[in-house]
């Protein structure tokens, strides 16, 4: 029909519409495994040590940039891993420290 005739114009697009669909469901799909993978982090406290991780790289940063060499020393050792396994994640603080003598 001509639009001029006051008639309507009807289009049926069914491969639009069903890519539009599939994309949605993949939004979706993607976006409940991103929350699952939140929920993991925050439960295992992984979310925290990592946070942690970043503010200990931004105060080394710092620490180079004002000169303090012992201070970007001391955190670089801290975000180092190594095989003793001296540093540890403490939950309840959210920092990361030596672990103590007495405690192992």
Same mark, same amino acid.
């Given at each position: 029909? &001509? ?5 309507? =114009?009807?289009?049926?697009?069914? @491969?639009? /519409? *069903?890519? %539009? ?17 939140? &929920? ?5 406290? =992984?979310?925290?040590?990592?946070? @942690?991780? /970043? *503010?200990? %790289? ?47």
């Amino acid at each position: 029909l &001509r639009a001029g005739q006051g008639g309507e =114009k009807v289009v049926f697009n069914d @491969e639009e /519409e *069903r890519k %539009r669909e599939l994309e949605r469901e993949r939004n979706s799909t993607k976006n409940q495994k991103i929350e699952a993978a939140r &929920r993991d982090l925050l439960a295992s406290g =992984k979310l925290s040590m990592m946070r @942690e991780q /970043e *503010r200990l %790289r931004a105060a080394q940063q710092v620490a180079y940039k004002t000169g303090d060499m012992k201070q970007a020393r001391d955190i670089a050792d801290i975000l180092r891993p190594n095989e003793k396994d001296e540093i540890e994640f403490d939950m309840k603080t959210g920092q990361y420290r030596k672990k103590s003598k007495l405690n192992g």
